[in-house]
């Protein structure tokens, strides 16, 4: 009688326990379904906010107009270039640095003078604006490499790669040396294609926050056709949806009539699909980033 | 050649944009102390010791922006903490494997979305004319400019930041999890513990010391109260609430050019920050045996 009843209660607390989750699940979801349905709705039922999770009088008309829209595109082609240059530039300085500093210190005499050199830039920042008048001075303004260089050391990323490398068997270092490769050859040949899991991992972490980045381009770039995705869309988007909190209900009414919710839906979508689209696919290293640095013996 | 030589070879790229980048604008910060004149540079322009800090401390706002950074910051760092270990717990009851990581993959995704497209969303379903109000307009309430009032806005900024990120941050305790000892479930059920008292007595002391280090290592960002979201959510009528230590230096310093003012108060900042570091780096160690290197 009495396992019958607990029995009862356990598949109940775990059916309760599975609709938590499903919801919150659902929960997370929610936003990125919404703007597409959004996005795909007449503009009229997006005015008036009666789209939930499917579309209103479905039809492509916000994405036709954003097709045509040169300066989107143009936005968009910055974005593309400045993930595919600081992409292989964060790839390119992250291996170069993470081997080296992986070395223990009997093979490398100076390694913890550099380690303290990148621990002290990571502890420490002049603050914003010293850095805006740096890149200033450097005659940066303006030009994509304002966007890549200044974030082409991932410290972050470099550790992680570092603390990976250093978890690799000692073995391997015996035998490079035993077949007297040099530092580069075991880079190439030894490390890097052992760690190709962690590579991908670190490499992805950076195209994904090249792509997310607006902030840079707001400040470093004052020519709106050389801003990136991102940037244009913070100040088209969201700068028109915080205009629009500070109406008053009957200005809200009238700019329904005119409004652009649904394009602005379209734009936000187009600029979320690249990441949506490889997620499914290389979520297993997007999620593998963060156990990656914290594996130690 | 000596390896030696190869390794210094492979750091320099890195070391030199380390020093452009991070270093060399480090020397910015003797604007803090200058009457800065962007025409003579920092060589021409006049010392004033710490007139610019004298002068911070006697804007009312300093205070206001202050206690906004550290409301805000750490509310949202107890929610996450809190509701991304409850959902971590929860999850962990889930014995159907692909049911479980199908889970895990969707609540993980938004982290990865730019603040500047999460917000853009947000600031859509919250808006007069969004989701939300046709909602409570059809249960009969009054519509809320949620993003007008200096009421409702830190509770917009705090929840949409659980929203985010909750789920990347349950990440690290479903890590912990999976490391409990199988057998301590299995000898607690034949001493005859139910679900709730295993989750007592095995799961929340086998997590303790995580969840320890992550609380300790939370409070590195006590000064960083989410630069980004603020910058793409808010606006004028909630500066009162929602001004933070970061919007206000890019306000003042870069877009209303007070650089000495914007960089004592930058200044002010990576001095709390650094000491919060070195506190939560030594908490961390001592507590929970991390290193990071």
């Known amino acids: 009688m009495m396992s019958t009843a607990s029995h009862v209660i356990s598949r109940v607390s775990y059916g309760v326990i599975l609709a938590v989750l499903l919801a919150i699940a659902a929960g997370s979801v929610f936003p990125i379904l919404h703007i597409l349905a959004v996005s795909l709705s007449d503009k009229a039922a997006a005015s008036a906010g009666k789209i939930f999770l499917l579309p209103v009088d479905m039809n492509f008309a916000a994405y036709s107009i954003v097709f045509d829209d040169r300066q989107f595109f143009q936005s968009f082609a910055v974005s593309v270039e400045r993930v595919l240059l600081g992409g292989w530039v964060n790839f390119a300085i992250t291996l170069l640095m993470a081997y080296p500093l992986s070395r223990e210190k009997e093979a490398f005499s100076a390694r913890n003078v550099y380690m303290w050199f990148i621990i002290f830039t990571m502890l420490f920042s002049g603050g914003l604006i010293p850095w805006y008048m740096a890149i200033k001075q450097f005659g940066m303004i303006n030009s994509i490499w304002a966007l890549v260089l200044p974030t082409a050391v991932p410290v972050f990323n470099v550790i992680l790669l570092m603390n990976f490398f250093r978890n690799l068997p000692k073995e391997l270092d015996d035998a490079a040396s035993i077949d007297g490769a040099g530092p580069w050859y075991s880079l190439m040949k030894l490390y890097i294609p052992l760690s190709l899991p962690a590579i991908a991992t670190v490499t992805l972490f950076s195209i994904v926050s090249h792509w997310n980045a607006f902030f840079d381009g707001l400040i470093l770039i004052n020519v709106p056709h050389k801003q990136p995705l991102q940037t244009y869309l913070n100040q088209i988007v969201v700068q028109m949806n915080v205009n629009r909190s500070q109406m008053t209900e009957e200005d809200v009414k009238r700019l329904a009539l005119l409004s652009d919710k649904t394009v602005n839906s379209a734009k936000i979508f187009i600029a979320l699909f690249p990441i949506a689209a490889l997620y499914p696919f290389l979520q297993r290293y997007f999620i593998h980033g963060i156990t990656l640095g914290s594996v130690k013996e | ?293």
């Open chain 2, 1 to 293: 050649m000596k390896p030696g030589f190869h390794y210094h070879l492979m750091l320099i790229p890195g070391i030199i944009l380390l020093l452009m980048f991070s270093v060399y604008p480090m020397f910015g910060i003797v604007m803090a102390f200058q009457d800065y004149n962007p025409t003579k540079g920092f060589s021409g322009s006049p010392w004033v010791g710490w007139e610019n800090f004298t002068y911070m401390f006697e804007l009312p706002d300093s205070y206001l922006i202050f206690k906004n950074t550290v409301y805000l910051a750490v509310s949202k760092i107890m929610a996450n903490l809190l509701l991304s270990l409850i959902f971590a717990l929860l999850l962990n009851e889930i014995k159907h494997k692909l049911l479980k990581r199908s889970i895990q993959t969707v609540v993980y995704f938004p982290h990865f979305v730019s603040w500047v497209l999460f917000g853009g969303i947000i600031a859509q379903i919250f808006s007069l004319d969004g989701v939300v109000n046709v909602i409570l307009q059809m249960l009969g309430q009054q519509p809320i400019q949620f993003m007008a009032s200096n009421y409702w806005f830190p509770a917009l900024l705090v929840g949409s930041d659980v929203w985010k990120e909750f789920g990347f941050s349950t990440i690290i305790f479903l890590a912990a999890l999976t490391g409990i000892n199988p057998a301590l479930y299995e000898a607690a059920g034949i001493d005859g513990a139910n679900r709730l008292r295993m989750m007592w007595h095995v799961t929340l002391p086998g997590i303790r010391t995580t969840v320890i280090l992550i609380a300790v290592l939370s409070l590195q960002n006590v000064m960083n109260a989410g630069f980004e979201q603020i910058l793409n959510l808010y606006n004028p009528l909630v500066y009162h609430s929602s001004d933070i230590i970061d919007t206000y230096v890019y306000r003042i310093g870069l877009l209303q050019s007070q650089y000495e003012l914007g960089t004592a108060v930058g200044l002010l900042k990576s001095v709390v920050s650094i000491l919060l570091i070195v506190i939560s780096y030594k908490m961390a160690v001592k507590f929970a045996n991390y290193r990071i290197f």
